[in-house]
């Protein structure tokens, strides 16, 4: 089977979607599948997209730059110039495949409507199904424009409508789907991780918590810091990995800056991944709050199947997918709410019962291997688009007793 994934830019670099996309990706080649992921134009910048070829293989995964080059130009007039060449020669190419017939599905990952319409209509041409892959729920987000605010509403509420199948990432995404247009075939794939990259252990003595996120969090950011001022414990660390523009990670070092416990705060940035693994592997808690927003009760982090794969204890809050594959003090530690004296609660059990800790580490790693390996995903995916009836809703996780 020919699969193209296309939609969203910059792969083989980037964040959480395109670590979908790699992954799910190498998942669908391990079944024999052969599959080429699109890229319209690069996204980084000249200096680090230098060592980017413009197509090639990454990890088992075919991709090409349609628009010809692999990095961002600085100049206005190029960055448009190639960004026109990408979509027209992204048509070109889809169509070229499908004349030799090398095109039976076309996955989409993208957050913009304009680009459904756009990819469902060039699949539809070219006799391939569309899949839409939806791993985000816009709802009445602040901060956009109007022109935005109405393509976040006509993706959140039409997107689905028009592709052959619709993937979602959370249940309240797929409980959308399912209600609004009963006969369209969906299937839940969660967040997704490729287990044999944490198969090893940290080896830093210092204690420490860690959270890893986007620098445009900081309401979570500066939540996590508070949590950690009210512990009043120094013994412990807090180790915090973002990223993001300069302006956003200056407000991250300001509030660490403010903070009493600034010295025992320690900001990591533009980690290689090897590393992020280390510090993963290393630490005592994985912190990861989500807020009791339609968006996070519809997304469900990358940074938890990476979490989980790392075999150490998760703390987060009981919002959205947490409550299909987790369970306070069984195989998670989950606060009531995204409150700092609430996270504290939490921080505070792991500095009390550390053994307990490394039980519960255990068994996270076991959600990983159950719910979010690569391989089973692909699988998954694979009989999915190769099928053609319908598939309905999964039946959602069942844990086991609570023993603590």
Partial sequence: MHIVYVGYPGFPVGHAQVERQKLLARGLVACGCEVTVLS????????????????????????????????????????NYYKLKGLVNEA??????????????????????????????????????????????????????????????LYDNHAFRFT??????????????LKQAPQKPVLKVPVIVDLAKFYTNGNLREPYFLFCGSASYFDTIRLIIEAYELLGNTTYKLYIVSSGPKHLLDRVKQRIAQSTYQGSIQLFSELKYDDLILLYTSSKALLIPLMNSEQDKARFPHKIGEYCASSKTIITTKVGEIKYYFKDKYNALIAEK?????????????????????????RSFAVAKQHFDHLKLGRKVYKFISQQEEVKTPIPYQVQTIYY
């Fill in 40 to 79: 319209r134009y690069g996204v980084l910048s000249q200096s680090k997209g230098a060592n980017i070829n413009p197509s090639g293989l990454y990890e088992e995964v075919r991709y090409c730059f349609t628009s010809g080059i692999a990095y961002r130009p600085d100049s206005f007039l190029l960055r």
């Fill in 92 to 153: 070109r190419l889809l169509w070229k495949l499908r004349s030799e017939k090398k095109l039976d599905a076309v996955i989409i990952t993208t957050n913009s409507f304009y680009n459904v319409l756009f990819y469902s209509l060039l699949a539809y041409v070219c006799q391939a199904q569309s899949i839409l892959d939806n791993v985000e729920y816009w709802g009445q987000r602040q901060g956009s424009g109007l022109l935005q605010r109405i393509d976040h509403y």
């Fill in 164 to 177: 052959t199948k619709v993937i979602c990432i959370s249940n309240y995404l797929l409980d959308i789907v």
């Fill in 338 to 362: 995204a409150t700092p004296k609430c996270f504290a609660e939490k921080m505070n059990f792991i500095i009390n019962n550390p053994e307990l800790g490394e039980v519960l580490g255990e």
